[in-house]
């Protein structure tokens, strides 16, 4: 099945630039709060720890962070916090604007309560291609990611989300072709990552999750020919992938969604794949699981396992209930 190329960070020509910003940050009722100097610009924002446990927040393509840093209230290149530790939460709100916030992996990498971050635009006027990148994160409790509007990239890696058994992490990336990529990571309980706002949007999505254990993995891509891959990971409950939100109402085949999922190497309960109207296609390998549901919608849709080299089904599956698609082998056959 063609795919489209994915053509992350595009903007229409309508779309207005705008210069880079200057950031604030500082620390409230012992949270770290990130925000804008000046709304509607871009800030680009980088947070790690020092070696000797305090947190810098780092100014990056001509940002620069105001704050009170020592003893003067100003602009700074980079300004370090001492003293956040678990029981404080990390708070960015960046808004319009194509923004960037890395949270690296340095020594040891960051541990605080919660995590909320707020890079999304509303005002579809201004360019809204935001970056997130969060490695090595811990949070006692959950990360919650949003970036609005435009095409945005949300990665999340090396990094452990809440510490019982109810906290979540959260990415939702609005309209726009977003790209999505989840690795390494421990989720307490669910991995919930939801690509679109409307469903009169038809953006072709990405979503890449590998190495990640979770209680639940749940993504809702919304309209358009969008790509999920999910490997290598551990679920306690379900993986559900819905690709294509409620287009069975069209009597259209040219709007149709095409869709394209690959699961491989996972230990889950029950997996299910929506993949609504259009021609979509599923690759299968090395996945255990109790029951298996795939719904195509109207289309040409194909469902491929992975034959391994005895000739059997590489997939340790109960059931399979693969509704009207054509189940496939490809592999050692």
Known sequence: MSKKSKKLGMQMLEEKAMMAGDA??????????????????????????????????????????????????????SITFYGINANDDLLVNLGNGSDTLNVLNYNGGITVDDAVINVGGTDSSIKDHDRVSISGLTTRDELHIDTGIHNDQVTVSGSTIGNGSWEDLEIRTGSGADYVSVT???????????TYDS????????????????????AYMGNGDDEARVQWSTVQDDIYLDMGYHRDESSDPAAYDDDYAYLGFNDVDDITIKGRDGNDEVRFAYNEADDVNFDGGDGFDEFFRWIASNGQDSNDVDDYDLDSAFDRVYGYV
Do not use: P
Request: no cysteine.
């Open 199 to 218: 469903v009169a949007e038809n953006d072709d999505d990405e979503l890449n999750v590998d190495s990640v254990t979770a209680d639940d993995i749940r």
């Open 24 to 77: 604030t940050a500082a620390v409230v009722d012992g949270n770290l709060e990130i925000g804008e100097l000046t709304a509607g610009q871009d800030q680009h924002v980088q947070v790690y720890k020092l070696s000797n446990g305090g947190i810098r927040v780092q100014g990056l393509y001509g940002t620069q962070i105001y704050g009170n840093y020592k003893g003067g209230e100003g602009l700074y290149n």
């Open 184 to 194: 390494t990571t421990t989720v307490a309980d669910d991995l919930y990552v939801r």
